[in-house]
């Protein structure tokens, strides 16, 4: 599945990291390479961007851009 | 000797920059670029200064503060670099120190809130860790001020020793092979052109263009490189970014795994507070009312209670001395010309110019609270969606909504957008948020023309500004702003108490930099509108119609004819307009010969309604005074851009005037 996609409270394991130039590596200097734990913490009042948990921080992104993320959810 | 302060977003930079500095700091433009440049010399350590870089993530060749630092890093004479490493965020804070690194420059890692990670109950090797990276590791607290002394002992050590940091090896594997495969391949160009040989290497794997054309490698050389990133690529199954940021991050889990001790899930009591702090301030519901009502009261504050009282006390102060002046001037039978330019050119001049500073100070001291409490990044984020459609992110909001107040401080705080192309999108839209200064007008004009339809008028001209923005977005975005937005991928940052010192410090800078650079500009305009508007052709000295400003006037209201307020008293009221809106009615009160400045006899100038709705669309829409014009030359960094901008206002207000005018005359 794609980031997007992962409900608001769940956790998933990036898979892999698409997209292109400035957007793609913006997303690995920040910390989502693969192997990564993310957790979906909440969206925006609008609903979009949402926010998210990855090591030890809180990072917003757009959910259009989150499509370029591959997870695998991690099941409780 | 130069330090260079470089560290991520949000990791307490500012404070520890003027921790170390104090008030001996200056600000400027790196050569070519708006990006800002602060310098300021070190507390009792006379000859050396320190330059304050912009905060970025890595030194990737995508953002105009990835490159202004890295060529500042490569090319600009530094001696060494101090790394400012926020402790409560520590993976991703090394991830620049290990690009850094590679730079081979003499550097020390400043590990910020200490505080706040020891009251966590985690515990962090110092020395283990600097000496895993061959850096010195100083813990600091820069918001307490602790720590900073054994910092500034520590840099000026390293300064005279000049000792660099001899481990580069971060890596192993594939990216290992290739990184020095390559810098064997490259070492001479290298040499040559004065580039670290491992920051290099490194870039020419990650494909940067600009290393790869600065180190100027020949076809054979390429040839080779893309044998070498091919084989890499294929071993890991991925491409050469990924590979190197995964490498970069593997090592540094390892690092914090062996050196970092959490005590429960490591959260700060910060980042705990923060999370239960959001959950009503961007909660769903509460988020935009609480933002708007933020807003308003600082709106409110700003404009109503202390802004503009304090600028009516600086008015009457200037007024009351230019009164004694103008006694002085007559007890000693000055020439009436030269009595006129010192009251009127003069006086007026200069209190133009500081009828600004109560406001831009009171309205600083609110946005850095604002910035430095983490709530700007959450404003962002609740309003992105709303901003994207046109192309621009929810950073650009503030901006906007402060246009409203005043264009002159809504430009200048345009400078925290991270990116030049949304800075200069957002400046240029500012205009089109009817100002306080068009509120007079309006309110004249409604009460005059549409009595019984007053707020309906104003409304619709307020909402008629937001649209020609929302359009002029549009065309933006499509012509000369084409190409990719920055990406938003943006920290939201623990919420903390702002800094006094901060607080104060910035508001200084901002006036500072208001009142330096802005009176030249203001105060001329000031003195040439005086000018014309005081002589006749002969130079001699006339009043209202005989003026020069007048001939000007009847000149000009050519243009206007068609939009149905030909009559040369409107267009010479909005010449002077340029010097500041308000003075559009007390021009038409004197042109029209009325006994109160504030009631011009509107009648005599405006034929029908129609030109009256075409007139305020034209002030609505026109180019903004030149107070707004400087502000707007220095931000967007070329007098160029600015002097295009006012072109598109104008020619578009007389485009939408007429076209007002024409659809009113149906009626």
């Not at chain 2, 402060?402 to 990116?419: E, H, K, N, Q, W």
């Amino acid at each position: 599945m794609t980031l997007d996609k992962l409900k608001i409270g769940s956790s998933a394991i990036i898979k892999s990291v698409g997209g292109e130039g400035a957007l793609r590596r913006r997303f690995l200097d920040m910390g989502l390479t693969p192997k990564t734990t993310v957790t979906m913490f909440k969206a925006a009042p609008m609903g979009d961007p949402v926010e998210l948990h990855l090591r030890g921080y809180s990072l917003t992104i757009r959910l259009e851009d989150a499509k370029n993320i591959e997870v695998v959810e991690i099941k409780q | 000797m130069i330090f260079a302060l470089i560290g991520n977003q949000n990791c307490g930079k500012t404070t520890l920059f003027n921790q170390l500095t104090g008030s001996s700091q200056h600000v400027g433009n790196f050569p070519g670029v708006t990006v800002e440049k602060k310098e300021g010399t070190i507390l009792r350590h006379k000859d050396a200064s320190v330059v304050d870089l912009p905060g970025i993530y890595s030194l990737s060749p995508y953002t105009a503060e990835e490159v202004v630092t890295r060529d500042f890093l490569l090319d600009g004479g530094v001696d060494a670099v101090i790394n400012i490493v926020d402790a409560t965020n520590i993976e991703r804070n090394l991830y620049l120190t290990l690009q850094l690194i590679e730079l081979q420059l003499p550097m020390v890692i400043a590990l910020n809130m200490m505080d706040e990670v020891r009251s966590a109950g985690t515990y962090i090797d110092i020395d283990k860790l600097s000496e895993a990276l061959d850096v010195p590791v100083v813990p600091v607290s820069a918001s307490k001020n602790e720590g900073v002394s054994e910092l500034i002992t520590v840099l000026s050590d390293i300064g005279k020793t000049g000792k660099r940091p001899r481990k580069t090896d971060f890596c192993e594997g594939p990216v290992h092979t290739a990184i020095h495969s390559v810098a064997h391949l490259v070492e001479e160009n290298a040499r040559k052109t004065g580039v670290p040989l491992r920051f290099a290497a490194t870039k020419v794997v990650d494909g940067d263009k600009y290393m790869i054309q600065r180190l100027a490698l020949n076809d054979s050389q390429l040839d080779i490189v893309g044998h070498i990133v091919d084989e890499m690529e294929s071993a890991l199954k991925t491409d050469r970014e990924a590979a190197l940021a995964d490498m970069r991050y593997d090592y540094i889990e390892k690092l914090c795994s062996s050196f970092v001790r959490k005590h429960g899930d490591g959260e700060t009591k910060e980042q705990k507070r923060s999370a239960k702090m959001d959950t009503v301030l961007t909660s769903k519901y509460f988020g935009i009312p609480i933002f708007l009502g933020i807003m308003f009261l600082i709106f409110w504050l700003t404009f109503g209670v202390i802004g503009t009282p304090l600028s009516d006390l600086l008015a009457s102060g200037i007024d009351a001395l230019s009164k004694l002046c103008e006694e002085a001037m007559t007890s000693w039978g000055v020439n009436a010309a030269v009595k006129s330019l010192v009251i009127n050119g003069i006086f007026v001049g200069v209190g133009s110019v500081l009828s600004f500073l109560p406001i831009i100070i009171t309205l600083f001291f609110f946005l850095s609270i604002l910035e430095d409490s983490g709530y700007m990044a959450r404003i962002a984020f609740i309003m992105d969606k709303l901003l994207r459609k046109i192309g621009l992110s929810g950073r650009s909001f503030v901006p906007m909504l402060i246009g409203f107040g005043c264009s002159v401080p809504a430009i200048m705080s345009a400078r925290t957008l991270s990116s030049t192309r949304d800075r200069r999108m957002t400046i240029l839209l500012v205009p089109f948020m009817s100002c306080s200064a068009k509120l007079p007008i309006y309110a004249l004009f409604t009460a005059v023309f549409f009595p019984d339809n007053a707020p309906f008028v104003m409304i619709c001209l307020y909402v008629g500004g937001i649209i020609m923005g929302i359009l002029s977005a549009l065309i933006f975005k499509n012509t000369v702003f084409r190409g990719k937005p920055v990406p938003f991928v943006m920290e939201l940052p623990a919420y903390r108490f702002p800094s006094a010192k901060n607080v104060i410090l910035h508001m200084w800078e901002k006036a500072k930099d208001f009142l330096v650079k802005a009176f030249t500009i203001i105060f001329v305009a000031n003195i040439v509108i005086w000018f014309l508007q005081s002589f006749d052709t002969g130079f001699n000295l006339v009043q209202g119609q005989d003026s020069m400003l007048a001939s000007i006037g009847r000149f000009v209201s050519v243009v206007f004819r068609p939009l149905g307020f030909g009559d040369w008293r409107a267009a010479t009221a909005l010449i002077t307009g340029l010097s500041a809106k308000e003075t559009v009615i007390s021009t038409l009160a004197i042109l029209t010969g009325s006994a109160s400045a504030s009631q011009p006899l509107l009648q005599t100038v405006f034929v029908s309604t129609a030109s009256v709705v075409s007139f305020l669309t034209f002030t609505l829409l026109y180019m903004p005074c030149v107070a707004s014009f400087s502000a707007m030359r220095r931000e967007m960094g070329k007098t160029r851009y600015a002097v295009y901008a006012m072109c598109y206002y104008t020619t578009l207000a007389w485009i939408v005037a007429f076209i007002v005018y024409r659809i009113a005359l149906l009626f």
